[in-house]
């Protein structure tokens, strides 16, 4: 009989979790925070190799925005790729009330762009004063989340 060579058995995984796992509750929420601990330390690691790299990137950004300005330009455009200032704006509301009424006498205009929205704690207030009712106009979904937090 010719000799056959032994393979090594793969490390087998885990059975999949359901209600017919060999893996209970308590070794399952383990495998969780030994993965999660597996990450953290991996991203810290990439956090430490990375470091030097953003900093020279952070050179690099500073020094092409510092030509700009120096050219009065907006952009520069090269073989290797464009950089380019952009503007962004964001807004405030200051005043409800004045934007409210701004909004009311111009509602063919901006009426179909409205969007308007109420803290999760006021919804909770009204629908405690109101036998679980939500104000007029809206209306409520629910998901849950799964935490798993640490003894």
């Given amino acids: ?8 058995t793969a490390e087998q995984a885990p059975p999949t979790a359901g209600h017919n796992s060999a893996l209970d509750d308590a070794a399952l929420i383990a495998e969780n925070f030994k993965i999660e601990d597996l990450i953290k330390q991996s991203q810290a690691k990439f956090d430490e190799w990375a470091k030097p790299h953003k ?12 030509r700009l300005l120096e050219r009065k330009a907006d952009s520069t455009k090269t073989d290797a790729g464009t950089a380019y200032f952009s503007e962004i704006m964001n807004t405030k ?45 809206m209306s409520n979904s629910f998901f849950k989340r799964l935490n798993i937090k640490r003894s």
């Avoid at 009989?1 to 090594?8: E, G, I, V």
């Fill in 1 to 8: 009989m010719p000799r056959t060579r032994q393979s090594k």
């Fill in 55 to 66: 900093a020279r990137i952070a050179e690099i950004e500073a020094e092409i925005h510092k």
């Fill in 93 to 137: 509301v200051e005043s409800p009330e004045q934007l409210f009424d701004f909004v009311a006498e111009h509602w063919g205009a901006y009426g179909a762009d409205v969007k308007l929205n109420l803290p999760i704690g006021k919804v909770l207030e009204h629908m405690d004063e109101n036998n679980g009712a939500l104000p007029p106009g």
